[in-house]
């Protein structure tokens, strides 16, 4: 090889390496700084659709927490992606979480809000497509069971526990027999045999346990049904904005009920500003506890200038154990971290409360552990849900009030 040519080929060699060296710096480059996004699945219409502002300023309060201290897998950008989930169509619920999905690139989902939207969003794309989902409100029984690959929490409880609780208040209240209206769907068909199961159990009588079907024009039908049946308080599973509100409505009008049972899908101002003294006296319980986080995070809630609801805290802790399970696991990507999130939501490790997830994100990146205790106190159990903390509370002067926790 002359020299000519030997000069030739090592300039070939050299070019080639810098262009190699380029590529790879930018590949690097571009990973650090990729934008994270955490795709917000809510029924921003429909049965429930009050209760979904206070939910999605709740996560999307603990994703700018993040996105702010810059500190999420070496300076990761974060944002978040709101979906319609519709609570009652969950066609439309799926179709949300394929466009989250497929065209939005999220890495994880938080919601759905509704059960039977989450199941189906679950097992239609979170499942095919590997995407990791921690709903704060979902609460049917039924998705304990689902063979979800790992992906699937929930930062509340339980129907199944739920309905323990709720029983519990009724025959402490010195109540012999209960009629229950449940919506027909996953949600309420289990909310209202648990109840009815645990009730009975306890010594009670149901004289009637019947659904109803949301988007109806008239409920006079099952307000006439319930009233028959008849019963020392009527327990409404149901929607505040939607059938369960109806079923209220029918009930006043005919003067079959005075008193409700309103477990947590009624437990919405919008229903005391509907009824207010008309239904003085109703009760029930929801998801929530009286912990320092659940201070904290109301403190702060509120300075952001929003106007607290029920599970609030709950998607603010869902979005935050996403962010935390990453930096656990030094990757944004689902199947890296789904095995990280009972982790870093229970002991060992230095107890988290709202306002400090860039101090957990710093204490992560030095090889240390958290527990995650957030604004609902977390403890998750296994199949990843909450071990359940309860709120009661009875409507007062037309207006709700938290009377205990259990």
Avoid: W
Avoid at 387 to 405: C, D, I
């Amino acid at each position: 090889m002359s020299r000519n040519n030997l000069i030739l080929v090592v300039g070939v060699i050299i070019v080639a390496a810098v262009v190699i060296l380029n590529l790879d710096l930018n590949t690097e480059k571009k990973t650090e700084t990729a934008e994270i996004k955490i795709g917000i699945s809510l029924g921003f219409t429909g049965p429930l659709e009050s209760l979904a502002p206070a939910m999605n300023q709740g996560a999307q309060m603990a994703i700018s927490e993040v996105a702010e201290s810059n500190a999420l897998l070496g300076g990761s950008k974060v944002a978040a992606v709101t979906g319609d989930s519709t609570c009652a169509d969950t066609a439309a619920a799926v179709a949300t979480g394929e466009r989250l999905v497929t065209a939005e690139n999220v890495n994880a989902i938080v919601g759905a809000m509704c059960s039977g939207a989450a199941q189906a969003v679950l097992e239609a794309v979170a499942m095919p497509n590997g995407i990791v989902m921690i709903s704060g409100s979902a609460t049917a029984p039924v998705l304990s069971t689902v063979d979800d690959n790992g992906l699937f929490f929930r930062t509340a409880p339980s129907d199944a526990r739920s309905a323990e609780v709720l029983a519990d208040i009724l025959l402490e209240g010195g109540y012999k027999s209960i009629a229950i209206t449940y919506v027909n769907n996953d949600y309420g068909k289990g909310l209202g045999s648990a109840i009815e199961a645990n009730f009975v159990a306890g010594g009670g009588t149901v004289t009637i346990n019947t659904g109803h079907e949301e988007n109806k024009g008239d409920y006079s039908a099952d307000a006439a049904a319930l009233a028959q049946a008849g019963g020392d308080i009527l327990v409404v599973a149901g929607y505040a904005d939607g059938g369960g509100g109806a079923i209220i409505q029918g009930s006043l009008d005919i003067g079959s009920f005075e008193t409700f049972f309103l477990p947590d899908g009624m437990y919405a101002d919008s229903l005391t500003t509907s009824f207010g003294s008309q239904i003085e006296g109703s009760f029930g319980a929801s998801a929530g506890t009286d912990s320092p986080g659940d201070a904290t995070f109301k403190t702060l809630f509120a300075e952001a200038g929003h106007e607290y609801n029920v599970y609030a805290g709950e998607y603010y802790d869902a979005a935050a154990l996403i962010l935390l399970s990453m930096q656990a696991a030094n990757s944004a990507s689902s199947s890296d971290f789904k095995g990280h999130v009972m982790d870093v939501a229970n002991a060992p490790g230095e107890k988290i409360y709202p306002g400090e997830l860039a101090k957990a994100l710093q204490i992560l990146a030095d090889g240390g552990d958290v527990d995650y205790v957030g604004a609902s106190a977390v403890e998750l159990i296994e199949p990843g849900e909450s071990g359940g903390s309860y709120l009661q509370y009875e409507v007062r002067n037309g207006k709700f009030e938290t009377v205990g926790y259990r």
